[in-house]
């Protein structure tokens, strides 16, 4: 076996097939919350995924990233006013 | 700008909203320089199913590791250097010939972000977060994973808190092989328990 053992770890994240995003405002509104909750809300995840949670029970079938942008649209309005 | 001869690619509602949202966060200054092109670098190129199959491939090579691993994930998992974001608090299920482990979000899509990355998005749809708690030896079958009459099955919900990750068992004829070359046996599925290996 001459394939040298970085190639296939290389190969390991494609193993599974899909990309993390399908269009480029999937993953700035993924890196958009990412940024609120590190830098507004001190790294805890947890009022996100709340709002994140509600926002998929409202509508079960809308697609992922569009709750996903909901979701951080209602977090956005309980920020403190600057 | 005269109209029409030059109209940019239509932009989406969905989208005007991101950028809305961008604009907002950036003047508040919740946005550094180049935090959004590090985390979409990052998580579509660095944190993936890759680490997972590591700490599999790891476990399997070496008992005293996977003892470690299954008594407290999180710090196993961070001796090879993953976590972060959605891996505060790692619990590893082990499969054995006669029990399986599914993980699931049933209300929205937590997942081991540091050793799986972001989940699939089958993982985040109705049908797979409903049935799979309801029916999973029939959901798991029609993804393809059998599995025997008498197996075991357990479910485990994300919850708030802890995130899971299936060990799945060493697949047979395999003793040959280094650590490298088990890990690339490992696939996605079999650590989120819906396929086997």
Known sequence: ?????????????????????????????????????????GGDREPFRQQLIQAIAAEPNRPYWESWTAALELLVTTLPEQ | MSEGSHHPAAVSPIERRVAALEALLTERGLVPDGFIEEI??????EI???????????AWVDQAYKERLLTD??????????????????????????VHNVI??????CYPWPVLGLPPAWYKDPPYRA????????????????????????????????RYLVLPER??????????ELAGLVTRDSMIGVGRL
């Open chain 1, 1 to 41: 076996m001459s394939t040298p053992l970085s190639l296939s770890e290389m190969d390991l994240p494609r193993r599974n097939g899909e990309l993390a995003f399908d269009a480029p405002w999937q993953s700035t509104v993924f890196a958009l919350a990412a940024a609120v909750v590190d830098h507004a809300f």
């Open chain 2, 40 to 45: 979409t670098r990052r998580y579509e190129s």
């Open chain 2, 48 to 58: 993936g199913p890759m680490n997972g199959a590591k700490v599999v491939a790891r």
């Open chain 2, 73 to 98: 994930g999180t710090a196993a998992i961070a001796e090879l250097g993953f976590g972060g974001a959605e891996g505060d608090h790692m619990v590893v299920v082990e499969n054995t010939p006669t």
């Open chain 2, 104 to 109: 699931v979000c049933t209300l929205c899509s």
């Open chain 2, 131 to 162: 049935r799979m708690v309801r029916e999973p030896r029939t959901v798991l079958a029609e993804m393809g994973c059998e599995l025997p009459s008498d197996a075991e099955i357990r479910v485990w919900d994300s919850s708030a808190e802890v």
């Open chain 2, 171 to 180: 697949p047979s004829g395999t003793e040959g092989l280094t650590e490298a």
